[in-house]
Nanobody, 123 residues
C-alpha cells in the first residue's frame, strides 16, 4: 500500500517561512507528478503547487514568487518552501499524488492523499 506523510507545518508569524515535506512510501515504482493542496476553514480545497517528474512546476497565482515546490525523485519526496507567509496562507496543507505505479499488485494507485499538516500564520 502507498502512503504519503507530510511534515513541517506549524505556527509562524506573518513574513516568516516554513518548509513542508511529503514522503511517499510503499512498493513504489514511479511517481510522475505530485502536488500540494490546501484547505482553509470554510473554503474548498485548492491546488497550491504541483511538480512533474521532469521538474515542470505550476503555482496558483496567490503564491507565485513566495512559494517554491521541489522534488527528489530518488526519495519519492516533494517539498514546499513557503516564504513571506501571510495570514491568508493559514490552512491545512495536503500532499497529493494523482497516479502512483507500484512494483506489486494492484500496480497502480490513483488519487493518493496525505493526512495533512496545519500551517498557521499569525502574530
Amino acid at each position: 500500500q502507498v502512503q504519503l506523510v507530510e511534515s513541517g507545518g506549524g505556527l509562524v508569524q506573518p513574513g516568516g517561512s516554513l518548509r513542508l515535506s511529503c514522503a511517499a512510501s510503499g512498493n513504489i515504482f514511479r511517481i510522475n507528478a505530485m502536488g500540494w493542496y490546501r484547505q482553509a476553514p470554510g473554503k474548498q480545497r485548492e491546488l497550491v503547487a504541483s511538480i512533474t517528474r521532469g521538474g515542470t512546476t505550476n503555482y496558483t497565482d496567490s503564491v507565485k514568487g513566495r512559494f517554491t515546490i521541489s522534488g527528489d525523485n530518488a526519495k519519492n519526496t516533494v517539498y514546499l518552501q513557503m516564504n513571506s507567509l501571510k495570514p491568508e496562507d493559514t490552512a491545512v496543507y495536503y500532499c497529493n499524488a494523482p497516479v502512483v505505479a507500484t512494483t506489486e499488485p494492484p500496480y497502480r494507485y490513483l488519487g493518493i492523499w496525505g493526512q495533512g499538516t496545519l500551517v498557521t500564520v499569525s502574530s
